[in-house]
């Protein structure tokens, strides 16, 4: 099993190097089945421990590597862990990267950088599973900062457009922010517990005082509001979808936006000792739903529809895990990685049909010239609205019960974000795939075409997954399901007020209820106009002025500062203290120039006081 | 009886090579024309050639008087008179501002730190010389040639040399420069 | 009745000032060099005075050479000054300043 963790980790190591030295020499196709290839096989892999596991007697595995770190009191092994979580997390993270390696070969053909698009997207799966594998914070971490820097890799992919280049730099910048917090998390841990490995801190958790406690927690929260885009880190992500469709259903839909989440759930223990802390927590996912789902109302862009979706989903996902909901939090990601990557991967076929068009108020009506990726993205639509049977409703669901047995205000929020999600996504649809043709223009008076079944496939793959996806942790079947799977590994949270079945049939109409509501709304006002002032406010659309309000706040003052740095302090305080120093050894130079005057009487003079200091001294010493 | 007679108290011999050593240096640093000082100069060698007598170092007064006095001042008159510099010098104007007022500090400070030391230290410290002993009248010549020829040989020789040095080197100082022509008057 | 030695070596150290004095105080040339020579001779008598109370020849022995030696330095500095005068008319240390910094 050992062997099997190892190569699941270290195959798409594998893939990149053999496409980094053998490259030159390979075609598009070999590159392409290399790279997927190593996905595919990471996937069987994980299949096959997570079977092993099972049959396991203990539940946690860890496989040591090597000895890496090894100074005074800190021991950091490079070593993996297999428990529950992370092979959850392998799962899925290795399945959807399959696919969308499968995807991205008939995507990015033809393009000139076909090959680096490969190199870092196999980069990119093993640093993703390396911090999902790692059995300490340190290894995590090394997977945090290489999933950031392959992300800025492939969102500025296209780095000779200006908007890339900047989108990659504020996508990098706006992590490295949040990576502080999780390095000061890293700090406090060790200066108390003494240790970085998971299962040591855990063990020790229970000495930590509250107010260490929820400074960890505040930390961690910083870190993972920078990786998974919420408030107040959250701007990077809309940016970020200047990246290859393929990257965005990758890594800002499915996997890197997710570490944020994986990394709150996997210090549960310390979670659960700081009670102000997930309130934090909780607060902050609820807004930062509700602020996303806002500003997905008022977006032209389809990408930048999905992607605030994104943050919004993200949002559910973080309030879960404030309020200790861990598995539903996990439930949550899993079936927002099906159906996330199924729209952005349906965009992207919409896209690469309409010539590399992504503004919906240039679509319209390709129903019928799309007859694979019409229907997929249609269940993706049902998914993301909570529509029942599909896997969305009893996730979204399974959150928002947990929600309401532990606070009610939250609870609302949620319930009105959901709306707003059914909302704007039936716009998306609509505009999209019903209407009017208002592309013909873009494609030349050519019919769109269906993308090739590279493409397709899986579309269909995870328009099933939606489907069935539910089955994971139906309400009725705890013990067998994922939240019983999952539950050793989280420490342990006061249960709310628990909802009797009664109640919990309530709160599911309710939740159908939202979704129909939203979905009827859309579709009415939407149905027969392609833009409008009332319903698409410009205050949503600058994602409330955010952007505008960090340049104010830190962009231009750190700007200022640095012109002043600039214009003052490196040439007088810098340079002005070398010259200065340069200056005043010549002027001190020119001044005793003076004493060599040329008079050999001056000099004469001169020896004759020193004799006589000479001697007034050793009359004085000896008298 | 003569003797006695003629025996000078030293004291009175004290005073006189006193007196010219003083008045003749005064009167070296003091008169504006060369010539001038330099007749102050042999006064003052002379006066010193007497304490040299009155201290017992006949052969040393003597070559004072015939090396010092006379060879070094007559060279002196000679530079003196070929250079024709016997005119008078402006001694009341000093043109390096504060030189003679730090010279007087420094010199009184020297000499009076000097005769200060001595007289702390008894004036006269050292061993008597067991090795080579003094002694008063002819013998004295026997003494210093004795230990100039075998103690201190080697600073004679060197002090040959460096005659014969400071001869040629002066020839060469002192010689006009020579004009081409000259040179292709081949014999 | 003897003069003490620490007379002659107070006159020797009065010579050597009004030397020193003289040295640091006129401007030609030659009478800088007659300066020299007293402060020599002050030396002189100060050797000898220890000579005659510390018994020792070696103390005539110094002297001795340094009378060849001030010969010497007085031949090579009349020469100095006769070759550096030659081409001015004025025997004042004071214009030699060329090498002022």
Not at chain 1, 41 to 69: P, Q
Not at chain 1, 266 to 279: E, I, K, N, Q, T
Not at chain 1, 418 to 446: C, K, P, S, W
Request: hydrophobic fraction near 55%; aromatic fraction near 12%.
């Amino acid at each position: 099993m050992a062997l099997a963790v190892t190569l699941i980790l270290l195959l798409p190591m594998g893939g990149f190097l053999v496409v980094l030295l053998n490259g030159r020499y390979m075609n598009e196709r070999q590159i392409g089945w290399v790279g997927t290839g190593a996905v595919v096989g990471s996937f069987a892999l994980s299949v096959v421990s997570f079977f092993l596991l099972l049959s396991h007697s203990s539940r946690e595995v860890t496989v040591n590597l090597f000895t890496w770190i090894d100074v005074g009191t800190l021991h950091v092994p490079a070593a993996l862990l297999l428990d529950p979580l992370s092979i959850t997390m392998c799962l899925f993270v290795t399945g959807i990267s399959a696919l969308i390696h499968l995807y991205s070969t008939a995507y990015m053909h033809g393009e000139k950088d076909f090959k680096k698009f490969f190199l870092y997207l196999n980069l990119f799966v093993f640093s993703m599973l390396l911090l999902v594998l790692g059995n300490n914070l340190v290894l995590t971490f090394v997977g945090w900062e290489g999933v950031g820097l392959c992300s800025y890799w492939l969102v500025s992919f296209y780095f000779d457009r200006d908007a890339a280049a900047s989108a990659g730099k504020k996508a990098f910048i706006y992590n490295r922010v949040g990576d502080v917090g999780m390095l000061i998390a890293m700090f406090l841990l060790f200066s108390h517990v003494h240790t970085l490995t998971y299962l040591s801190i855990f063990s020790k958790a229970g000495t930590l005082s509250p107010t260490i406690a929820t400074l960890v927690v505040l930390a961690l929260l910083l870190g993972a509001t920078g990786k998974s885009a919420q408030i107040p880190l959250f701007n990077w992500l809309p940016d970020a979808m200047e990246g290859p469709t393929p990257v965005s259903a990758l890594i800002h839909a499915a996997t890197m936006v997710t570490a944020g989440v994986y990394l709150l759930v996997r210090m549960s223990p310390v979670l659960a000792l700081s009670s102000s802390g997930r309130m934090t927590i909780a607060i902050i996912g609820g807004v930062t739903a509700f602020v996303a789902a806002t500003i997905a109302t008022s977006q032209k862009d389809i990408k930048k529809v999905l992607a605030f979706s994104t943050v919004s989903q993200i949002g559910y996902m973080v309030l879960a895990v404030g309020v200790g909901a861990y598995a539903a939090a996990i439930f949550l990601m899993i079936s927002h990685a099906f159906f996330k990557a199924l729209l952005f991967l349906g965009s992207g076929s919409v896209i690469h049909s309409l010539n590399g068009e992504q503004d919906m108020r240039k679509m319209g009506a390709l129903a019928k010239y799309l007859p694979l990726t019409f229907p997929t993205f249609l269940i993706g639509w049902l998914t993301i609205s909570g529509i029942p049977p599909f896997a969305g409703f009893w996730s979204k669901g399974d959150v928002l019960t947990n929600v309401f047995e532990h606070n009610k205000p939250l609870w609302v929020l949620g319930v009105v974000t959901a709306i707003l999600t059914a909302y704007y996504m039936t716009r998306l649809f609509v505009l999209t795939f019903r209407g009017n043709e208002r592309f013909r223009d873009e494609t030349q008076g050519h019919d769109p075409h269906e993308s090739p079944w590279a493409m397709t496939m899986p579309l269909v793959v995870l328009a099933s997954l939606s489907v069935i996806g539910g089955i994971l942790d139906l309400p009725w079947i705890h013990h067998d399901s994922l939240g019983g799977f999952l539950s050793p590994t989280f420490g342990f949270v006061a249960a709310g007020t628990h909802a009797g079945t009664l109640a919990q049939y309530g709160l599911a109409a309710v939740d159908v209820a939202a979704a129909v509501f939203g979905l009827m709304a859309g579709f009415t006002i939407w149905r027969n106009i392609t833009s409008s002032t009332k319903y698409e406010s410009p205050f949503l659309e600058h994602v409330w002025h955010w952007d505008d309000f960090y340049d104010a706040t830190i962009g231009r003052p750190l700007t200022q500062a640095a012109q002043f740095g600039e214009d003052f302090v490196e040439p007088k305080v810098i340079d002005g203290a070398i010259t200065g120093l340069a200056v005043s050894v010549r002027r001190s130079g020119e001044g005793l120039r003076k004493v060599q005057s040329g008079f050999v009487r001056h000099y004469a003079l001169a020896t004759v006081l020193g004799v006589a200091v000479i001697i007034v001294y050793l009359v004085a010493r000896v008298g | 009886m003569i003797a006695a007679a003629y025996a000078v108290p030293s004291i009175l011999v004290f005073v006189t090579s006193a007196l010219l050593i003083v008045v003749g240096a005064i009167g070296v640093i003091a008169v504006k024309n060369p010539v001038h000082a330099a007749l102050c100069l042999i006064m003052t060698l002379f006066g010193v050639a007497v304490a040299f007598v009155a201290q017992s170092a006949d052969f040393l007064a003597a070559v004072q008087i015939i090396v010092y006095a006379g060879a070094i001042v007559v060279l002196f008159l000679f530079v003196i008179m070929f250079l024709g510099v016997d005119r008078r010098e402006h001694v009341n104007f000093e043109p390096l501002v504060g030189q003679r007022a730090f010279a007087g500090v420094g010199v009184v400070l020297t000499i009076g730190g000097l005769v200060t030391l001595m007289a702390r230290s008894h004036w006269v410290t050292g061993a008597v010389s067991v090795t080579t002993p003094l002694s008063s009248g002819n013998a004295n010549v026997k003494e210093l040639g004795d230990a100039v020829f075998t103690t201190y040989l080697f600073a004679f020789e060197a002090t040959a040399a460096l005659l014969i040095i400071a001869v040629v080197g002066a020839v060469l100082l002192a010689r006009r420069e020579r004009s081409v022509q000259s040179e292709e008057v081949a014999p | 009745m003897n003069v003490p030695a620490a007379w002659y070596l107070v006159l020797a150290a009065v010579l050597f000032g009004i030397g020193a004095f003289g040295f640091l105080t006129r401007r030609s040339a030659l009478i800088m060099f007659m300066c020299v020579e007293l402060m020599l001779n002050a030396v002189n008598l100060t050797f000898v005075t220890f000579s005659r109370t510390l018994s020792d020849i070696s103390g005539q022995a110094i002297v001795f050479f340094v009378m060849v030696v001030a010969a010497a330095e007085v031949t090579v500095g009349l020469g100095i000054v006769v070759s550096v005068f030659r081409r001015r008319s004025s025997t004042s240390v004071d214009e030699l300043s060329e090498l002022k910094g």
